[in-house]
């Protein structure tokens, strides 16, 4: 498994535990709770954003991890 592929794995997997983090605060009542997930959604969507621009670095200097 090549780098850029684990990369993106990981990706995914963040993008995930954002998107439930997200719907746990919208489901509860306790305001507490409520922005300590959107505070941890926030910093994943932040790390999210930081790997895929080190993904378009990879790529950009290993051109055969690109995918077509």
């Known amino acids: 498994m090549t780098v ?3 990369l ?3 990706i995914a997997s963040i993008q ?7 719907n746990f605060s919208l489901q509860t009542q ?7 997930f959107q505070q ?4 994943m969507d932040n790390a999210v954003q930081s790997l895929q ?3 378009q670095y990879i790529e950009g ?3 055969q991890y690109r995918q077509s």
């Open 4 to 6: 850029a592929t684990q």
């Open 30 to 36: 306790d305001q507490q709770a409520k922005q300590q």
């Open 16 to 22: 995930s535990a954002a998107a439930t983090l997200k």
């Open 40 to 43: 941890l959604a926030k910093e």
């Open 8 to 10: 993106q794995q990981t």
């Open 53 to 55: 621009q080190r993904q």
């Open 61 to 63: 200097q290993e051109p």
